[in-house]
């Protein structure tokens, strides 16, 4: 059984306003890392927000392991998938291990409090991500980047079978990036966990293996594996005729021509 399939998905944020996705349909397998890719207002991050109930569009489903998204209860939806936005900025107040302990609360009845395995779950996964020496600090106290880590950190403690992630390297430094990507990348294959995630970097979607859907104004241009969309020929049609492989400079990745004028 497909973990999400998305049929005939359009959206468009008023009457007389324009469309922002246009008959988007798609399949995603269960312990698959999937990329969706393209330049800013493209869609992504609708696209995204629709997949994680935070948007309802115009037409079209969106349905989880063969359930429609719409009639699944909030409750339902905390087991089934976890959502991380772009740049999160959580609640400063509150201790990291604090925070990730929010993540465990789908497993709780109401006023119920976190118990020794909520707290293991929260501890695993922070030895896991490499945040617990920051599980006493307030999350004001963090750089961007780190809170950007703790928000991740939590949705996995969370234990859904989808994880769903806007940008989730946009805030990070290129040592975390790796962590992170490295770690995303681990969860679909040692856990079966299937990953959305949107990102403008062609590269992480081949640093990941994932598979990749190209987004241009609103509609699904190309997908497939990165190893075969992620090459110039395949991602002039959004980023233009400067694309190129790395292996034209003096280092291996998707980049641009240096401009001559």
């Known amino acids: 059984m497909k ?5 005939d998905i359009r959206f468009s944020y008023g009457k007389n306003k324009p469309m922002v996705l246009s008959g988007i349909g798609m399949e995603y397998d269960e312990g698959t890392v999937n990329a969706l890719i393209g330049l800013n207002g493209c869609g992504k991050t609708t696209l995204i927000k629709i997949l994680a109930g935070l948007g309802k569009p115009n037409c079209g489903t ?13 409750d339902d939806r905390s087991k089934m998938f976890s959502y991380v936005q772009q740049n999160n900025n959580p609640l400063s107040d509150y201790k990291v291990r604090e925070y990730i302990l ?9 006023f119920e409090n976190p118990g020794k395995e909520e707290i293991d779950i929260a501890e695993r996964q922070m030895e896991r991500f490499g945040i617990d020496h920051l599980r006493d600090i ?3 106290e963090l750089s961007g980047g780190e809170r950007q880590i703790v928000s ?8 859904t079978k989808v994880v769903i992630l806007d940008e989730p390297c946009s805030a990070l430094d290129i040592v975390n990036q790796d962590k992170v990507l490295s770690i995303l990348r681990s969860i679909a294959e040692e856990d079966g966990k299937t990953i959305i995630l949107s990102t403008h970097n062609p590269n992480h ?10 987004l241009k104004d609103g509609k699904i241009i190309d997908s497939g594996c990165s190893r075969d969309v992620i090459v110039p020929d395949r991602l002039r049609t959004i980023y233009g005729d400067r694309i190129c492989y790395s292996s034209d400079l003096p280092y291996r990745e998707i980049s641009f021509y240096k401009r001559t004028t």
């Open 3 to 7: 973990a999400i399939e998305l049929h």
């Open 62 to 74: 969106v349905s989880y392991y063969g359930k429609d998204l719409n009639n699944l209860s909030y």
């Open 102 to 110: 929010f993540g465990t609360a789908n497993r709780l009845d109401v």
């Open 138 to 140: 307030r999350l004001g």
């Open 152 to 159: 991740i950190c939590s949705s996995m403690a969370q234990d």
């Open 205 to 214: 979607a081949l640093y990941l293996d994932s598979n990749v859907y190209l």
